[in-house]
């Protein structure tokens, strides 16, 4: 990690907790705080040293999670979601998926990744295969992150996957402000991280426990999908998971149990219809929750049990927010009310 967070020359990291050390460090520079981080961060230091600004202008190049209203955001982005002209009326899914592939990027072994910095606006990161597709959530939300200047991209993108869950009918997400701004690409992280539609069960596994997941909490996660639609032009697969795809239900659940799902005949990648109608479909990802002994005992509670899937959903899902970030101290936890 260190060698990717080099020294930017308006801000002074070498590390991420240096990083995070020095944005909430209060006044000017502090040679001490200076001085506890390596090499690049004096060079970094240097640079903006001999580039003449003062530290009243390197602030304007920052976020301060303490400025910014967050009900207001709140409603910014809520007033964002609906229109009938974007696929199914509503961005809420796209702009979930954006949270989920923003913070889903964590490793709990090395201790990088997840929504920190808001990365996945700079390419590499934006590129990568698993990406595909989130400039139009990111495009969609700049609005807001012009109205609010102090919020950091990391908190904007995943409050904007809170806002979507609990608009379109989901429970309460517990959230946090306080991610830090990253400036540079360098900071984004290696593609492979995110998981591959196209694999099985291990895959789907090795992905998730490596942010610190378990396989309750996987299996709650992947209910998720009730929401929106692959897309041809984006992963290459096709269509939505049920009927209703702007509408957070456990419908992911029942309806991978109810219906006979039979590989789609097509010029695409290998992917499921359901027998019946053709018109829903599963990723051979989805269906290793079906085929797997351990997944499939949470799939039958969660088709049961609604309410279950929604506590459980929303403890895993501010958790998947959370992954990496090292909130400051006196940052409250915030349960907006939902505004439809
Ligand atoms: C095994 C894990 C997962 C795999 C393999 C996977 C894969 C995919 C793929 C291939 C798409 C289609 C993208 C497109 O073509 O537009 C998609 C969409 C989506 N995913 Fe996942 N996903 C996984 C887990 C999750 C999780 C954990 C969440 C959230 C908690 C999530 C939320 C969504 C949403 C809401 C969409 C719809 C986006 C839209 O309508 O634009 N997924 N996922």
């Known amino acids: ?144 992150k012009r109205n609010n200047p102090y919020i950091s991209y990391g908190d904007l993108y995943t409050l904007a996957g809170v806002v979507a869950i609990q608009e379109l009918g989901g429970p309460t997400i517990p959230w946090r402000p306080g991610r830090l701004e990253s400036h540079s690409p360098k900071d984004c992280t290696p593609d492979g991280r995110l998981p591959d539609g196209s694999k099985g069960a291990d895959h789907v596994r090795e992905v998730f426990y490596r942010m610190g997941f378990d396989d309750q909490e996987i299996t709650a996660l992947i209910g998720a999908h009730a929401l929106g639609r692959c897309h041809p032009d984006r992963s290459g697969f096709d269509g939505p998971w049920n009927a209703s795809p702007t509408v957070f239900t456990n419908f992911f659940f029942t309806e991978l149990i109810n219906n006979e799902w039979v590989p789609k005949k097509w010029n695409g990648p290998f992917q499921y219809v359901d027998k019946a109608t053709g018109q829903f479909m599963m990723l051979p990802a989805d269906m290793a929750f079906l085929t797997d002994p351990k997944f499939r005992v949470y799939i039958e509670k969660y088709a049961n049990d609604e309410q279950l899937f929604f506590k459980n959903f929303a403890r895993a899902f501010s958790k998947l927010l959370s992954l990496g970030i090292n909130f400051p101290k006196d940052a409250p936890t915030y349960e907006f009310k939902p505004i439809n």
């Open 1 to 144: 990690m260190t060698a990717r967070l080099a020294a930017h020359h308006s801000r002074f990291y070498a590390s991420r907790a240096g990083f995070e050390q020095l944005k909430y460090r209060k006044g000017g520079i502090n040679p001490i705080a200076v001085g506890a981080v390596a090499g690049g961060l004096l060079a970094g230091y240097l640079l903006f040293k001999t580039s003449g600004r003062s530290s009243e202008t390197a602030k304007d190049y920052g976020t301060d999670w303490t400025k910014v209203d967050y009900n207001k955001v709140y409603k910014e982005i809520a007033d964002l979601l609906e229109d009938d002209d974007y696929d199914d009326g509503s961005y809420g899914p796209i702009f979930v998926r954006l949270a989920w592939h923003a913070s889903g990027t964590y490793d709990k072994h090395k201790r990088d990744g997840g929504s920190t910095g808001g990365t996945i606006r700079f390419h590499p990161e934006a590129s990568h295969g698993g990406n595909a597709g989130l400039d139009v959530a990111r495009n969609r939300l700049e609005v807001v």
